[in-house]
């Protein structure tokens, strides 16, 4: 589904991505992990065409996602919910979930907004309110909902459990992997936290200092003990 | 009664042209992080060019309209020449452009359109109303103003509020990574921006030279003002500014009128220097939306 090619990314002398190959295949979730500065920010912006690589390249279904403008992203069928979440605050919840729908050729029909609402009735109570008042779980679920308004064949999701309770966690996760499920979403998850990550993913890919060390079966790499102490920390 | 009812209405007429004037500078503020100063001199020239159009013989609403229309074009065509080339630098390199635009923008009008004193013309009459014994202040044109200002800004509120494009405008100015991943045409949203705020900014010059005479720095001392009224505001809120704008309008007017004309720049100023001090955020900042 998406294909990464020996994608090598820059920033001035520091390479922070160098030769990383691997696919996500259509309707798995594939966790990218590593430690922090290991690259997995770099590669989905690289993925996304908020830079530009060096080298290499990146295909959804056969486009070259690398020499694509950001904004054109949604309308391939590939949505990034970045690092830090990216809720935008002085909106409302409402108007960050429409604002997802907008890049998609028919709009967002008010019946993806109930879908989403649906998901997560957390978000229903609050449509009216600044985006600004959600905590941190319901603002992931805010930008997660935003992503699903695009209706996207692939999400690409910068550290979701970033500063949640194992138990909001869960939650989220739970959703993701029901959402892969019933909608045939491919998803690719960056993630510190290895050990959560790895119990929903069906494959991983683990990065140091750039360079792809080793890609696997989710099960295969969480069994790995010397993998494990070495490059996930667990 | 009458001195306080006509420094009051005075203060209202003049308030709407800064906070005119003010919505221009915080449009492009919030979406840039970038002070216009060529704010002003870019209604000169639009007023100017209305001039060129009455002159010919045409009505003053097309002289009105095409100076409106010239606003939009020249915000869109400064957004792209000047502004966008050092977009992603640092914000002082733009402001630093806007200020070298002020001066060549002034230099241009003095050659094309001379720098001696021209009466600008105005739709309506510049006598106040009679109501019994009270001799009101407001006049045919300021009642145009007011009511100008606030049709634009209805029409403003409802772009912003209640439209999808409104919205994709919101989203680049707060944050516009983030709407670039939801597929937000952001540079398309910018331009836009700069465009609309240069259309708010030829209005206000045009109600400033409604009735009254028009040279190349006639609107420089409203930058001023119009800056106090946006600092007032907040400088990141659109009704902010139109609040701040109608404070400052009416303060100074009270100043003008109680005081001293002559004071009334100092006033301006103090009214800055205690916002400054003592409410750095605006009148109406809580300190939990701030953005940081
Ligand atoms: N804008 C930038 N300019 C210069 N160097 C950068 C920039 N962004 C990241 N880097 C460097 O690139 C390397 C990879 O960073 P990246 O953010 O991709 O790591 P990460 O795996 O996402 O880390 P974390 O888990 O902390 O989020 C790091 O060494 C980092 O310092
Ligand atoms: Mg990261």
Redesign the interface.
């Known amino acids: 589904m998406l294909q990464v090619q020996d994608l090598t990314t820059s920033y001035g002398p520091v390479k922070a991505l160098d030769g990383v190959s691997f696919e996500a295949p259509r309707g798995k979730i594939t966790a990218v992990l590593g430690a922090n500065g290991a690259g997995k920010t770099t590669l989905l912006r690289t993925v996304s065409g908020l830079i530009r690589p060096a080298r290499g390249a990146a295909y959804l279904e056969g486009a070259d996602l690398t020499r694509t403008p950001a904004e054109a992203m949604p309308g391939l069928g590939l949505s990034h919910v970045p690092e830090g979440r990216g809720v935008i605050t002085e909106l409302t919840v409402e108007e960050n979930l429409r604002l997802g729908g907008l890049a998609r050729a028919d709009r967002s029909r008010p019946a993806d907004l109930e879908r989403v609402y649906t998901l997560f009735p957390v978000l229903s109570d609050r449509r009216r309110a600044l985006a600004h008042v959600l905590s941190g779980g319901e603002r992931q679920m805010l930008v997660i909902g935003r992503a699903l308004m695009a209706t996207p064949k692939v999400l690409l999701l910068d550290e979701p459990s970033l500063g949640l309770a194992p138990r909001i966690v869960a939650q989220i996760f739970d959703l993701l992997r029901g959402l892969v499920e019933s909608d045939g979403l491919t998803v690719v998850l960056v993630e510190q936290n290895a050990r959560s990550a790895l119990s929903i993913a069906d494959f991983g890919v683990v990065l140091n200092l750039g360079r792809l060390i080793v890609h696997d079966d989710a099960a295969t790499l969480a069994a790995d003990e010397k993998l494990r102490h070495a490059y996930l920390g667990f | 009664m009458q001195q306080f009812l006509t420094t009051a209405l005075t203060g209202l007429t003049l308030g709407m042209v800064y906070a005119a004037f003010a919505l221009a500078l915080v449009l492009i503020w919030r979406s840039t992080r970038i002070v216009n100063f060529a704010q002003a001199p870019m209604a000169m020239i639009t007023t100017y060019v209305a001039l060129v159009v009455i002159d010919a013989g045409y009505s003053y609403w097309i002289g009105f309209a095409v100076a409106l229309v010239a606003g939009l074009v020249l915000g869109a065509v400064v957004e792209r020449v000047v502004v966008r080339p050092v977009e992603g630098k640092s914000e002082i390199n733009a402001v630093i452009l806007t200020l070298g635009l002020f001066i060549v923008i002034h230099a241009l009008a003095a050659v094309i359109f001379g720098s001696r004193y021209r009466s600008f013309p105005a739709p309506f009459g510049l006598r106040g109303f009679q109501v019994g014994d009270l001799n009101l202040a407001i006049t045919g044109f300021g009642i145009f103003t007011i009511v100008a200002v606030l049709v634009v800004m209805a029409l403003l509120v409802a772009l912003f509020r209640l439209t ?1 494009l409104g ?2 405008m ?2 680049s100015a ?2 516009a ?10 540079g398309r949203m910018l331009t836009l921006g700069w465009a609309l705020a240069a259309l708010v900014g030829s209005l206000a010059g045009l109600l400033i030279a409604g009735g009254s005479l028009v040279h190349p720095s006639y609107m420089d001392s409203v930058v001023v003002y119009g800056f106090v009224a946006a600092v007032l505001g907040g400088l990141d809120s659109p009704a902010g500014a139109v609040v701040g704008g109608l404070l400052l309008g009416v303060s100074l007017s009270f100043v003008s009128g109680y005081v001293g004309s002559e004071l009334v720049a100092l006033a301006a100023l103090v009214i800055l220097m205690l916002v400054l001090l003592l409410r750095p955020g605006g009148l109406f900042s809580h300190a939990a ?1 701030r ?1 940081v």
Do not use: I, S
């Open positions: 999808d919205l994709m919101r989203a707060f944050n990574e983030v709407a670039r991943l939801l597929g937000v045409k952001v939306e953005r």
